[in-house]
């Protein structure tokens, strides 16, 4: 059973660009969830999405958006990019349904310049 | 919200030797994971253990949940257990997962 895929793995934009990344969940897993990990705020909880709802949000600017699809794919979206916004952005499955653990992807490693 | 307090923050160790990582949380909770990071930035799951004790080969782990805390036992511990360990909480089932700030484990040969 293949884990969670997360695309691209390493991106370099500049500042004011925007930057899509994306998230396949483990198959028959209907939550996705986003985390930001920085070397200053460790790792922080932006979004989570269930059945293309979006179910609970961090305490994110509104830069950063995220949606999914309906065969559970998730993508995430930062707009107007910040030098701060240099970080790895993990994603996790879970099915969805009931407590479980979550599943972590390989993350994507966004570098702002 | 929820704090979550792990210590020791950083560990230094010889190889076969055993040890003890900890993790406090400030209120009551319905999921705790325990992770271990790769130096490639993946989180690998090592426990799903919001309460009692579980064992995988040369680790284990107990959560006391009525006292707030879980510990991560590491045994007779090998230079590829080198890595940041994390513990998370969760209080709903949203995938809101509160990190602490990670055990940086160096484990020396």
């Known amino acids: 059973k293949a884990g969670v895929t997360q695309t691209p793995r390493y991106l370099i934009k500049t500042r004011g660009q925007q930057v899509t990344l994306s998230c396949s969940p483990i198959?028959?897993?209907?939550?996705v969830s986003w985390y930001q990990q920085t070397p200053g705020q460790g790792l922080q909880f932006l979004f989570e999405?269930?059945?293309?709802?979006?179910?609970n949000k961090g305490n994110f600017p509104g830069r950063f958006s995220g949606r999914q699809f309906s065969n559970s794919r998730s993508e995430m979206n930062v707009s107007t990019l910040e030098l701060g916004d240099s970080a790895l952005y993990l994603c996790?499955?879970?099915?969805?349904?009931?407590?479980?653990?979550?599943?972590f992807g390989e993350g994507s490693r966004l570098t702002v310049l | 919200g929820i704090q979550v307090e792990q210590s020791p923050p950083d560990l230094i160790l010889q190889e076969g030797a055993n040890s003890t990582l900890r993790c406090n949380f400030s209120?009551?909770?319905?999921?705790l994971q325990w992770f271990h990071q790769n130096p490639w930035g993946q989180l690998i799951n090592l426990f799903y253990i919001p309460s009692g004790t579980k064992q995988n080969g040369r680790l284990s782990a107990t959560t006391v949940a009525t006292e707030r805390y879980s510990l991560l036992y590491i045994s007779s511990s090998q230079t590829t257990d080198s890595g940041v360990y994390f513990c998370?909480?969760?209080?709903?089932?949203?995938?809101?997962?509160?990190f602490g700030k990670g055990t940086k484990l160096s484990v020396k040969p």
């Open positions: 209120d009551s909770v319905n999921n």
């Open positions: 998370a909480v969760e209080r709903g089932s949203q995938g809101n997962l509160i």
């Open positions: 996790a499955s879970r099915t969805g349904t009931a407590l479980g653990e979550l599943f």
């Open positions: 999405y269930f059945s293309e709802t979006q179910r």
């Open positions: 198959s028959g897993h209907r939550s």
